[in-house]
C-alpha cells in the first residue's frame, strides 16, 4: 500500500461502474475449461499480495504464499517482476520452501529490506542492488514482528513482543526459555484479556523499538524503545501491521496507534495516536485524546505540518465507519476531509503533491480503490472490478493486486481507463477450470430498502436444469459477500460440486453506507432474518434453474449464529444446515467470548444490565423447535466463538434424535487454515449438502 506520486493518474481514472448486475458471461471460461473447481485446487492455489513499487516505477516487488500440502502449511516468498519489458516474467527472490514476507524499498530503491525465518527466527534481511546475495540486518534475540524504515532509509522502526518490566531484550528471552523449561504450566491471570483470537496472554507487549543502520546497512546495537510505559500492543494484535505506524518526514517523530485500557481493554476501542520522538528523548503524547473511540493509521503531510489519520465516532463500536480526519499539527485543529463520503476508509495513503489521500473501502459489492481530494472532499474511483487486496504507486505507474469471484487475485497495472494485467500465477494450474458464471441482483428487503445479493451458476450448467442450492450467510456480522476470491468460503467450490449458490448482503452488511451497516445492531434475528427470507424469494422467482427444493443453508461466525437461528424459526425450506463456529446461547457468549465490546454494543449493554436483549435472538431458546439436519463445525483453538458453542449445538441435535454431525479441529481458530484441513472441511460439507440434496 505505498504510493509516491500520482498526480497525472487523476486525468486517467476509470469510470465508475455503471450497474452492479454483472451478465453471467462476465469472465467466461476458455474453450479449453473441461473440468470444475475443486477444493483440492483452492488449497493449492499461490496467493499473490503486498505489492511494493520501486522508487522509480519501473519494478514492483511483492509476497506470494505457495502451498506445501505435504507439510500442511503454507510457504511466502518475495518476487520481483520487472516494468520496463511488456515480455518479462516475476523472479523469485527468496529461497523455495523458505518463508519471507513483507517486502520494503528503500527511499532510494537500491535496497529491499523484507522479512526471514531463514536464520531461525523472523528478523530483517535486505537485499542490495544488483540482487545478489541476502544480507542480515537485525540479529536480536526476539523475533521482528513488523517493520518501518524511516524516510532517510538510516533508521528503523521494528515491533518487538516483550515483557513490560524488562528494561532489556535479553531479559524477555531469558524468561521465555526459562518458562519453556519449566515443567509447570500453570498460569495466573490479574485481568482480561487472558487470551485473544486463538492465542493466550503470557504478558508480553508488543512495542516499538528504534534501530540506526550503520556503514553496511545493519543494526549493531542494541535498539530504542520508544514506546516504553505504553500498556498497549503497537501494532495491535491479532492482526495489527507495519500501517499503524510511521516515521515523520524529517525522520524525528514516531507516529502510531495503540488502545491503552487497562482493566477495561477486553471491552474498549479507544484507540488513540501518539507521537515520540524517534531517539526516545520523551514520552509518548496523545494527539486524539478528545475522541474516546477509535484512531488509527497515521499518514504525515510531506511537509510534517498535518496528520491524515483514520477515526470512528462511536466508542465501543468496532463496525463504526471509519471517517478520514486531518490534524494540524501546530494548532491542533482537527476536520474530517470528506464528511459526506459514506463509507469505511481503510489503507489510507497520501499523493506526493499532498493535494489527495488514497483509500480502500467496501463498495456495492465490491472493494475498490479510491481518491479523495483534501480541499473538497471529492472521492473518485481509480480502480475497481473486484476486491482490491493491496495497491501501490511512484512516478506515474500504479499497481494493484485484484481478485474476483472467477479469478484469485493477480497484479494490474492502471493503464488509461484500463488495467493491465502483470502476473497470471494461477493460469497453468486453472487452465482447464470451468468457474461458476456469476449475476448480482437486488430486491427490496426490511423496511422496504434495496438489498443486494447474488446467484453462480454450477459447473456444467444447461439451461432448462435445476440444480441444488448452497444459500451461503456472510460472517461479521457487519460483512459484505464481495466480488473476491474466498479462501474459506469461496462459492465456486459449491459451483464446482454441482450446485448454485445464493448470497445475500443482508442489512448489516458493509459498503451500503453506515445506516445500513448500523441497522443489525440489537436486530439479530429480525432484520437480516427478513432479508435472507425474502433474498430467496427474490431469487428463485428471478433465476429458474434454483431448485428451492433440494437447498441447504451455510454459515459461519455470525452466519453460524444465523444457522442456529434459522433452525428454530425458518426451517421449512433446508433440506441441511452447515454451522461453522456459530453462537448457540447468547448469555453464556457474553462471559465467554474474549472482545466484549463485540456482544456489548451489538446487545446494547452488558448482559447483567439489559438481559431481554441477549435474550430476545437467543438460539438456545428455540431448540424445540429445531428439526433440519445439521452439520457443526468447531475450530478448539477458537476464542472468539469458544468450542462449548460448537459442543451445545451437537448436543441439543443429538439429544432431540435430530440428524448430524460434529467435525472438530482441534488445531484450528476461528478459520480453518492449514491445507489438509481445509481439504478435509470441504470434502465433509460436501458430503453433507449431498446426502441430503439428492434426488429421492
Not at 522502526?157 to 515483557?163: N, R, Y
Not at 443489525?520 to 427470507?533: A, V
Request: aromatic share 12%; hydrophobic share 40%; glycine share 10%.
Amino acid at each position: 500500500m505505498k504510493f509516491a506520486r500520482l498526480t497525472a493518474v487523476l486525468t486517467l481514472i476509470l469510470p465508475p461502474l455503471l450497474t452492479l448486475v454483472l451478465p453471467m458471461s462476465a469472465n467466461a471460461a476458455s474453450s479449453t475449461a473441461t473440468r470444475p473447481f475443486t477444493p483440492k485446487d483452492l488449497a493449492m492455489l499461490d496467493r499473490v499480495s503486498d505489492p511494493r513499487l520501486a522508487p522509480d516505477g519501473r519494478s514492483v516487488a511483492f509476497s506470494l504464499r505457495e502451498t506445501d500440502f505435504d507439510a500442511n502449511k503454507g510457504v511466502r516468498s518475495i518476487w520481483l517482476l520487472s516494468l520496463k519489458d511488456a515480455n518479462a516474467q516475476p523472479q523469485r527472490l527468496t529461497a523455495k520452501g523458505g518463508n519471507a514476507d513483507s517486502p520494503r524499498w528503500s527511499p532510494d530503491g537500491r535496497t529491499l529490506f523484507f522479512l526471514s525465518a531463514r536464520s531461525g527466527t523472523t528478523q530483517v534481511w535486505r537485499l542490495d542492488q544488483g540482487l545478489g546475495e541476502a544480507r542480515q540486518v537485525t540479529s536480536l534475540p526476539l523475533e521482528v514482528n513488523n517493520f518501518v524504515l524511516s524516510p532517510d532509509g538510516r533508521r528503523i522502526a521494528l515491533s518487538l513482543d516483550v515483557f513490560p518490566d524488562c528494561r532489556e531484550l535479553e531479559c524477555t528471552h531469558k524468561r521465555l526459555d526459562e518458562k519453556a523449561a519449566s515443567k509447570a504450566s500453570g498460569m495466573v491471570f490479574n485481568r482480561l484479556f487472558i487470551r485473544h483470537w486463538d492465542s493466550w496472554a503470557d504478558g508480553r507487549r508488543s512495542q516499538l523499538f528504534v534501530a540506526e543502520l550503520d556503514g553496511e546497512g545493519v543494526v549493531s546495537t542494541a535498539p530504542r524503545w520508544i514506546t516504553q510505559g505504553i500498556d498497549g500492543d503497537v501494532p495491535s494484535k491479532p492482526f495489527g501491521d507495519d500501517s499503524e505506524y510511521c516515521f515523520s518526514p524529517d525522520g524525528k517523530t514516531v507516529y502510531f496507534g495503540v488502545r491503552i485500557a487497562g482493566d477495561s481493554e477486553p471491552w474498549s476501542t479507544n484507540f488513540d495516536i501518539y507521537a515520540v520522538p524517534a531517539d526516545g528523548g520523551a514520552a509518548p503524547r496523545n494527539l486524539t485524546a478528545d475522541n474516546p473511540a477509535w484512531d488509527a493509521y497515521p499518514v504525515p503531510s510531506a511537509d510534517g505540518a498535518k496528520l491524515y489519520y483514520l477515526a470512528m465516532k462511536r466508542p465501543g463500536f468496532e463496525s463504526d465507519r471509519f471517517g478520514i480526519m486531518e490534524l494540524d499539527l501546530a494548532s491542533g485543529r482537527k476536520r474530517e476531509v470528506a464528511p459526506a463520503w459514506d463509507r469505511s476508509a481503510g489503507g489510507l495513503r497520501l499523493s506526493a503533491d499532498g493535494r489527495s489521500l488514497y483509500a480502500l473501502a467496501d463498495d456495492e459489492g465490491e472493494h475498490p480503490l479510491f481518491a479523495i481530494d483534501i480541499h473538497s472532499g471529492k472521492v473518485t474511483r481509480l480502480a475497481g472490478g473486484g476486491n482490491i487486496t493491496g495497491y501501490d504507486f511512484a512516478s506515474d505507474t500504479v499497481v494493484f493486486a485484484r481478485e474476483t469471484l472467477k479469478s484469485p487475485a493477480d497484479l494490474f497495472r492502471l493503464d488509461g481507463t484500463a488495467a493491465q494485467r502483470l502476473t497470471s500465477f494461477n493460469a497453468a494450474r486453472l487452465h482447464d477450470v470451468a468457474f461458476g458464471d456469476y449475476e448480482f441482483f437486488r430486491f427490496k428487503g426490511w423496511n422496504d430498502e434495496t438489498v443486494q445479493g447474488y446467484v453462480v451458476k454450477p459447473y456444467g450448467y444447461q439451461p432448462g436444469v435445476k440444480y441444488p442450492v448452497a444459500f451461503l450467510i456472510h460472517g461479521g456480522p457487519q460483512g459484505s459477500w464481495l466480488n473476491d476470491f474466498h479462501y474459506r468460503w469461496n462459492p465456486q467450490t459449491y459451483a464446482g460440486a454441482g450446485f448454485a449458490v445464493v448470497a445475500i448482503d443482508f442489512h448489516g452488511s458493509t459498503g451500503f453506507g453506515q445506516a445500513f451497516t448500523d441497522s443489525i445492531s440489537g436486530h439479530w434475528g429480525d432484520r437480516p432474518l427478513e432479508d435472507l427470507q425474502k433474498g430467496w424469494a427474490a431469487a428463485l422467482a428471478k433465476y429458474p434453474f434454483l431448485d428451492g427444493g433440494r437447498a441447504c443453508a451455510l454459515g459461519a461466525s455470525y452466519g453460524g449464529y444465523m444457522i442456529n437461528w434459522i433452525a428454530g424459526n425458518w426451517s421449512a425450506p433446508w433440506k441441511c444446515l452447515v454451522n461453522h463456529d456459530g453462537m448457540f446461547d447468547n448469555r453464556m457468549m457474553a462471559y465467554s467470548t474474549e472482545e466484549l465490546w463485540f456482544d456489548e454494543w451489538e446487545n446494547q449493554g452488558t448482559q447483567w444490565e439489559k438481559p431481554a436483549n441477549y435474550e430476545a435472538f437467543n438460539p438456545v431458546n428455540h431448540v424445540a423447535d429445531w428439526k433440519v439436519p445439521m452439520l457443526v463445525v468447531q475450530g478448539g483453538n477458537d476464542f472468539r466463538i469458544p468450542l462449548e458453542q460448537g459442543i451445545a449445538t451437537f448436543t441439543a441435535l443429538q439429544r432431540r434424535g435430530i440428524p448430524s454431525q460434529l467435525l472438530v479441529f482441534p488445531d484450528e481458530n476461528h478459520w480453518v487454515q492449514k491445507p489438509q484441513n481445509s481439504l478435509q472441511w470441504h470434502e465433509t460439507v460436501e458430503a453433507w449438502i449431498r446426502k441430503w440434496t439428492a434426488r429421492e
